[in-house]
């Protein structure tokens, strides 16, 4: 057992509490006889090793006395602890993509440390740097959807189309938070053939040039800006091309960015 997952009895809990003035804190009660716990109990196990949390588990039907202290009425009940208090938690085997956001809102993982760290050398132009994190983070973490929808985008930016392509390929669609994104992420090959399009006959070609050199830089409300003027001056351009671009870059963005809730909205009264 990894030195940050720890069975915790009435005896040693307390040590526990105090440990999470230093880190966060996430107790699994469970039983051996609950078929949900052992469901949950390899995700915590994983994400413990991957973000450095202490996993601390209590067997309810031993520890009763803990359970009860902290409200537990059906398992597995699971409270996220910092600073000595219980800051979040939930009840029920969830999927490992929400037990990861609830815990990513009080811990980052290393791979989401060092993939903010690539961005970093790719800022001050150090591609080499973020290439050998990328490569680093794949092999480590090659299961991990962040890294691979990050490390696509890096891959088209250098030009390597085919790796990219290969790499998303690897999400498929019943990932349905996933999947969406990794299909944005393979237009963006589309949008780099527009950003470096040498064949501009109209004022649309050059707009929608534009734009889709904002996205390659992430300037994504620049982008959505301009493909909205696309869609206003002419719907039927590139087979309602400008549309289906901002489509793509909702899905890059997630549902709850901001720009894509001001831009679903301005495209709908565009459109409709």
């Keep these: 057992m990894a030195e940050n997952i720890k069975d915790v009895t009435s005896e040693n809990f307390g040590e526990i ?3 999470s003035y230093d880190n966060i804190v996430v107790v699994d009660f469970w039983a051996p006889w609950c078929g949900p ?3 949950l109990k390899p995700i915590l196990e994983k994400l413990a090793k991957e973000y450095g949390f202490i996993l601390a588990k209590v067997n309810t039907d031993e520890n009763p006395d803990i ?3 902290y409200g537990v009425h059906g398992i597995p009940d699971v409270k996220i602890i910092k600073d000595g208090e219980v800051v979040d938690g939930f009840v029920g085997a969830l999927p490992e993509t929400r037990v990861r956001a609830i815990i990513e809102k009080y811990i980052k993982s290393e791979a989401d440390k060092l993939l903010e760290e690539a961005k970093m050398h790719l800022l001050n132009g150090d591609i080499v740097s973020a290439e050998k994190i990328y490569n680093y983070l794949l092999e480590k973490y090659p299961e ?3 890294v691979i929808l990050e490390t696509a985008k890096f891959l088209i930016k250098q ?10 390929s690897k999400i498929k669609e019943y990932e349905r938070e996933h999947f969406s994104q990794a299909q944005a992420i393979k237009e963006l090959i589309t949008f ?3 950003c470096y399009n040498q064949d501009i006959k109209s004022d649309l070609d050059m707009l929608f040039s534009q734009a889709s050199c904002f996205v390659l830089e992430e300037n994504y409300e620049e982008a959505l800006k301009l493909f909205l003027e696309i869609v206003k001056k ?5 087979d309602d091309g400008a549309r289906k671009a901002m ?3 909702f899905n890059l963005l997630g549902e709850s960015h901001p720009l894509t809730k001001e831009y679903r909205k301005k495209l709908s009264m565009v459109l409709y």
Excluded: F, G, V, W
């Excluded at 030009?159 to 998303?168: R, T």
């Design 17 to 19: 509490i105090e440990a």
């Design 37 to 39: 716990c052992r469901t």
């Design 67 to 69: 359970a009860q202290e």
């Design 144 to 146: 991990n959807r962040k």
């Design 159 to 168: 030009n390597k189309l085919q790796e990219a392509e290969n790499l998303l």
């Design 192 to 194: 780099k053939k527009e």
């Design 234 to 238: 002419d719907r039927k351009y590139k």
């Design 247 to 249: 489509i793509s870059i």
